[in-house]
């Protein structure tokens, strides 16, 4: 005798069900009801509950306490700045007495002859910045004499950030642009800068370092100069022009390393061409970014100005 249709729909719900408990036992497999207030989670929001972790560990995969060694012999090149007049040493003093003082390891910088490896901390990011920019704004290069800096639809040279913005100087500015042989590049060594320099963009603006208007860019330019002069390679000179860049910009940087870790990719992996590209680092890429991510916030860097 076949059971009524009501007791055959118990009898195949209670098999299912005794299946699954079965099933869950064996693979351990959770179940999770689907009632509740009919409102969902916000994926930023679960995002953000993330990223609070993540921006500590970021913070300091970035900027380490001890500091990131940069891939450059500095020796004399900030006496050699002294001494021929692209950075006043009072001058400057007297503005970073305002700042606590220049301490030992800065002086040293501007007046010793050996100086090894540049180490570039939070703290010391913006003294960086000033000697890179020096240098770059200084250095006989034919990007500063031909390039966009020269072009006449933007004016003249003099009056870019980058230039006018330079005020501890013996003289003015100008009077040092390009014109002094602290660095010798070969022709491949010039070739790889123009080259990467096309590619590096900064938060700030939308150029990239081949058109130094600011201080970052010209900064940029300088450590550009002095890795390839001192055999640094491509791909050398990639990762630690990011690694320089996020010290300068520290807030910018911890937000697209949590940017990339929200599409399942990781500031460690991505190669720094990306990160430094009109994409992510110009000033409209970032604002891209922004619309997407929450921005993280840090301290330090380097100010557009001395």
Known sequence: MTPPKYIRIILIAGSALILLLAFNTL???????????????????SIGNVSQTSSINWEQKLFPDSGTELPVTWDDLGKQLVENGVIDQDKL?????????????????????QNG???ITKANAGFILNLFWALGLSNKNAILDSGPMRDPQYGD??????????????????KHYSKHAFMKLTDEQQSLVEKISRTIYRPCCDNSTYFPDCNHGMAMLGFLELMASQGADEETMYRAAAQINSYWFPSTYLTIAKYLEKNGASWDTTDPRIVLSANFSSSSGYRNILSQVEPVQSTGGGACGV
């Not at 409102?39 to 930023?44: F, L, V």
């Not at 503005?95 to 007046?111: F, H, Q, S, T």
């Not at 040279?157 to 100008?174: H, I, L, R, Y």
């Open 93 to 113: 003093e007297k503005i970073y007495a305002n700042r606590g003082g220049l301490n030992e390891e800065a002086k040293a910088l501007l007046e010793e002859d």
């Open 27 to 45: 693979f351990a497999v959770e179940i999770f009801p689907r009632w509740g207030n009919g409102k969902k989670t916000s994926p930023e929001k």
């Open 117 to 119: 490896k540049i180490v």
């Open 157 to 174: 040279a003099g009056n870019f950030a980058s230039t006018g913005g330079w005020n501890v100087s013996k003289g003015d500015a100008m």
